[in-house]
């Protein structure tokens, strides 16, 4: 069974810098075709993607935030990282992670999401 | 990257079917079929119900079927449930990144 949780400060101000850690279960990161995403969900609006790292350490990342956004990987943790600079109150959101599934291009579990608010 | 275009809402009554288009350019929806599509109750995390265009995730209701045809692909609920009542968004591969998000429809059940 795939679990995901995502855990990090509910509270930010302007310019910090934002570390989301993802911690799951069930499935490695090293596993070929396996990937861990970022998606965030500002209250009332769309999802949108952020990130994603994929089980060979390719990152990938929203091209519009590529600039503020590292997401790296600890495989004997079983954890994935987040890092946004320079926050902004644009950027109060839930921010959920997702398990991508193996040489699929979705994501089939996500963690419960965290509520970051930027203040 | 922009958002794929979603109808903002779309609604039906018990039993009827409803379709959610989800409109994309030549560089993501027309180009690949990696289109997903994903149910989110109120207050709840997104779940996966469509994957590579038309394929259900093992448990997902076969009431839920996709398509695509050009640019734009479609989800399609047939026999309506009040517990379909939910938001719905798509998601395809793009040339420039794994994923773009359409804005999201609010399905309706009357």
């Known amino acids: 069974q795939i679990t995901l949780k995502e855990s990090g400060p509910t509270l930010v101000k302007p310019t910090q810098t934002l570390t989301l850690t993802c911690s799951f279960s069930g499935f490695s990161l090293s596993t070929g075709g396996v990937g861990v995403g970022w998606i965030r969900q500002p209250p009332g609006k769309a999802l949108e993607w952020l990130a994603l790292?994929?089980?060979?350490?390719?990152?990938r990342y929203c091209p519009s935030l590529k600039t503020r956004l590292t997401i790296t990987k600890d495989t004997s943790k079983n954890q994935v990282v987040l890092t946004m600079t320079n926050m902004d109150p644009v950027d109060t959101a839930t921010y959920y992670c997702a398990h991508r599934r193996q040489w699929v291009n979705a994501f089939d579990i996500w963690g419960q999401g965290t509520m970051v608010t930027v203040s | 990257q922009s958002a794929l275009t979603q109808p903002a809402s779309v609604s039906g009554s018990p039993g009827q079917s409803v379709t959610i288009s989800c409109t994309g350019t030549s560089s993501d929806v027309g180009r690949y079929y990696y289109v997903s599509w994903y149910q989110q109750h109120p207050g709840k995390a997104p779940k996966l119900i469509i994957y590579d265009v038309s394929k259900r995730p093992s448990g997902v209701s076969n009431r839920f079927s996709g398509s695509k045809s050009g640019n734009t692909a479609s989800l399609t609920i047939s026999g309506l449930q009040t517990e379909d009542e939910a938001d719905y968004y798509c998601s395809s591969y793009t040339t420039s990144s794994p994923y773009v998000f359409g804005a999201g429809t609010k399905v309706t059940v009357l």
């Open positions: 790292i994929y089980w060979d350490d390719d990152q």
